[in-house]
């Protein structure tokens, strides 16, 4: 099976920064694209960002300028960088993969990491 292990979560003063790191392991062939989610307490779960193996992303209108995601390929990481955090980012932040397993190379997949809380103070 796939595992998602995020790290990096906490509390922040607005106007401060936080990274998030995933890993995905397991019986993975190929992860076309990963990012993260977020939900907030009320709240539906939302896109934050999300990456392509080719480096493509797109990003929630809310937080494009102030967060940035990154990935390692041969590592099967994604990272999100958040600066300039603001009291509405507080959520519980989720991983997400996109990805074909070894054994079953004709579906696509979709996994999601336990979550990791991110709170803003103001």
């Not at 292990?5 to 992860?31: D, F, N, P, T």
């Not at 102030?66 to 960088?81: C, E, G, L, P, Y």
Request: with cysteine; glycine share 12%.
């Amino acid at each position: 099976q796939v595992q998602l292990v995020e790290s990096g979560g906490g509390l922040v003063q607005a106007g401060g920064s936080l990274r998030l790191s995933c890993a995905a392991s397991g019986s993975i062939s190929s992860i076309y694209a990963m990012g993260w989610y977020r939900q907030a307490p009320g709240k539906q779960r939302e896109l934050v960002g999300l990456i392509t193996s080719g480096g493509s992303t797109n990003y929630a209108d809310a937080v494009k300028g102030r967060f940035t995601i990154s990935r390692d390929n041969a590592k099967n990481t994604v990272d999100v960088q958040m600066d300039s955090l603001k009291p509405e980012d507080t959520a519980v932040y989720y991983c997400n993969a996109k990805l074909i397993l070894k054994y079953d190379p004709r579906v696509q997949y979709e996994y999601w990491g336990q979550g990791t809380q991110v709170t803003v103070s103001s």
